[in-house]
């Protein structure tokens, strides 16, 4: 009776929008009407859950790419993307913090296992024609979220702030430099103008050197802009599946 009233109360009833009764229309409104499950269409075709059809390897993706958000703010408690700090804050997140050690580590494999799953994705989605219309925008979207993976990991490379993080830095931002039109020591580049000062390069590290500068940049792509793009491209990769009639299916 005690929670007869609290189902009818206008507080219960502005979350719970529809009857809590086991029937075929409550279902769909519990998926329709929540802004978590509605990532999913009420009905599906039973071939196109199928798991040896898609491995379930975009979803593992998605999970993995949560896991890092939930460890990578975790690790944002203790670390200082300056150079005073950064390698210092790294050590006693090793050494010092409760769980810190197995936080880095998992935030770590997360980030390769994420890359190898969206690969394996890429390969499955290819191998079984999924690319082919109406998917084909999709497979751009697609290409688009892998390249924003693979700048997720190279940014993370250079905040241990340890001799590997450094010169993988140096060696990965000297290739920038050699970009066709946009690096200063790539071809053509004299065409627009492009100097040491105003190149790619320049542009990643806010210097000509690996320094205080690149910390930062790197450090703000990788926390702020890369993970809200990903996410971004992410709803829309999401949506193109349901607009393209969900999932393909094996002929
Ligand atoms: C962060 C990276 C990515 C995430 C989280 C992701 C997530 C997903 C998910 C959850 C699905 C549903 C089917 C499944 O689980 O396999 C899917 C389908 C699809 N993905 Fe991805 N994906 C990513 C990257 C890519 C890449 C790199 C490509 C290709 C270049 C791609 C192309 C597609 C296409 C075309 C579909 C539709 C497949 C079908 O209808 O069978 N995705 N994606």
């Not at 529809?18 to 039973?46: E, G, W, Y």
């Not at 924003?148 to 450094?166: E, H």
Request: charged share 15%.
């Amino acid at each position: 009776m005690r929670f007869k009233r609290i189902r009818q109360s206008a507080i219960w009833r502005s979350v719970f929008r529809h009857s809590l009764l086991d029937s075929a229309r409550n279902r769909a409104l519990a998926v329709t009407s929540n802004v978590f499950l509605h990532i999913h269409p009420v009905r599906t075709k039973a071939s196109a859950v199928k798991f040896r059809f898609t491995f379930c390897l975009g979803g593992l993706a998605l999970f993995l790419f949560i896991v890092e958000t939930v460890t990578g703010v975790l690790l944002m408690f203790y670390y200082r993307p300056v150079p005073e700090y950064a390698y210092l804050d790294m050590k006693l997140i090793d050494n010092a913090v409760r769980f810190g050690m197995f936080l880095r580590n998992m935030h770590r494999w997360a980030a390769h296992a994420m890359v190898l799953l969206v690969m394996l994705h890429m390969l499955r989605v290819f191998l079984t024609g999924s690319y082919k219309p109406p998917r084909e925008f999709n497979w751009v979207i697609g290409v688009v979220l892998l390249v924003i993976t693979l700048l997720l990991s190279f940014t993370g490379y250079l905040l241990p702030w340890d001799q590997l993080a450094f010169w993988a830095i140096t060696v990965g931002t000297k290739m920038a430099a050699a970009t066709p039109f946009l690096g200063s020591e790539g071809p053509f580049h004299h065409l627009l103008g492009v100097n040491h000062f105003n190149d790619l390069r320049f542009l990643l590290l806010g210097d000509n050197v690996v320094g205080a500068n690149a910390l930062l940049r790197f450090y703000v792509l990788h926390c702020v802009l890369l993970p809200l793009a990903c996410a971004v491209f992410m709803a829309v990769h999401f949506w193109r599946i349901r607009k393209d009639g969900g999932i393909s299916r094996p002929l």
